[in-house]
């Protein structure tokens, strides 16, 4: 297990540029240091993704799903009967505590709740269920794949004190209840999942997954390989449609390094609908984005995806696809799918842990999940539960 203090040292030494001995020097204040470096970008009150700095006013409502949030809750209540006192009180918020926005897909950051590093064995079997019952089965693999790749990562470059498979944590916002709100995140390098809870609605944005390298070749995870489906589908996509069709997706021929907007600490991004509409897409084509967007959708449980895609489905006509970079077999690229209730991304980017280069690459991808319009976190639908029963 790493102590404490060599993860901070790494930290200090790759947030802010310092040496090794200044690191060790100031490796104290590392917690303080890192926060004012995130502070101001996070402090803003939210909004949520707008194409104008507007939000579209109910496109989200208070109902009933269906879909039961029971095992969920079950799980979440067991994980947290889990903990001892000093674990709960890093690790549980109120629903409505900002720390839902400090996540980070980059490694240094410091991190509150607690770290799969620390926890016992059985408070880890408590954390992956809770993930298995929040998660479509592709959803889990998914999200283990990652984490494991980052140990791959950890055997490749070399650097085990900055990169693991257990350097993951877990918080809880709010209470878990049957019908008051509250929520779970799970936040590391390459990976966060927040996950909102009322009732049994579910909001699962914002999600960023991703991974450098991509699959393992050798070592403890060989043969893990993650993002082929959403890269070859959204490449498949891109060549379905005719040239004309092309040409009014491609935001910009060619792809220098990294073209992700809506990752860490932008929560109030403005970004206009481009690239091509798909009430011009034909039956075949429309059915063809949706099936990319289900990829991503379906991390979620399948009962929770279905709702979700029904909400999807509604503004298809007013969904857009843009494109950046090339078509070519073994090209690098960048889509973008957004609509007034989803907005998506994937980015080849650049080589950062594993050599260096200013060439994007395959090895290297991320991918972001939101709800724009307000309700990333699940906020609006809280706002909306707070005006109904006054707090």
Do not use: C
């Not at 890093?90 to 996540?103: G, P, S, Y």
């Not at 408070?123 to 999200?143: D, I, T």
């Not at 509604?314 to 907005?343: A, C, M, Q």
């Amino acid at each position: 297990m790493l102590s404490k203090r060599l993860l901070l040292k790494s930290l200090l030494v790759a947030a802010l540029g310092v040496t090794a001995a200044a690191a060790t020097t100031d490796i104290f204040r590392a917690p303080l240091l890192l926060r004012d470096v995130s502070a101001a970008l996070w402090a803003e009150p939210f909004r949520g993704v707008t194409t104008d700095g507007k939000v579209v006013p109910a496109l989200f409502e208070l109902a009933q799903t269906g879909v039961s949030t029971a095992p969920v809750q079950r799980a979440a209540a067991a994980f947290v009967r889990s903990l001892d006192d000093d674990q709960r009180k890093k690790t549980l918020f109120a629903v409505t505590d900002d720390e839902w926005r400090r996540w980070d897909n980059r490694h240094f950051p410091t991190r509150q709740g607690i770290g799969f590093f620390e926890m016992s064995p059985q408070q880890r079997q408590r954390a992956f269920e809770l993930m298995r019952e929040s998660l479509s089965a592709k959803g889990l693999r998914l999200s283990r794949h990652i984490m494991n790749l980052n140990g791959t990562l950890a055997e490749l470059s070399g650097r085990p004190e900055e990169y693991s498979e257990w350097f993951y944590w877990i918080t809880l916002m709010g209470e878990p209840s049957a019908t008051a709100p509250w929520g779970w995140q799970l936040e590391g390098h390459h990976l966060t999942i927040n996950y909102f809870v009322l009732g049994d609605q579910v909001v699962m944005t914002p999600v960023f997954m991703g991974s450098e390298p991509v699959r393992a070749d050798e070592g403890r995870f060989r043969g893990t390989v993650v993002f082929q489906d959403e890269q070859d589908k959204g490449l498949a996509l891109m060549l379905a449609l005719d040239a004309a069709q092309q040409a009014e997706a491609r935001l910009r021929k060619d792809k220098g390094g990294d073209d992700v907007l809506s990752a860490a600490y932008r929560d109030n991004l403005v970004l206009d609908f481009a690239g091509l509409r798909a009430s011009k897409l034909d039956a075949a084509r429309k059915a063809q984005l949706l099936g990319l967007i289900a990829e991503y959708v379906g991390n979620m449980k399948e009962g929770h995806a279905k709702v979700k895609m029904s909400e999807v489905q509604k503004h298809l006509d007013n969904t857009w696809f843009g494109w950046i970079g090339s078509t070519e077999p073994g090209g690098v690229f960048y889509y973008r799918i957004h609509s007034p209730v989803i907005l998506i991304e994937f980015d080849h980017q650049r080589p950062v842990a594993i050599g260096r280069s200013g060439s994007a690459t395959r090895n290297h991808i991320h991918t972001v999940v939101r709800t724009p319009n307000g309700n990333d976190y699940g906020k609006d639908l809280l706002r909306q539960h707070h005006q109904r029963h006054r707090h």
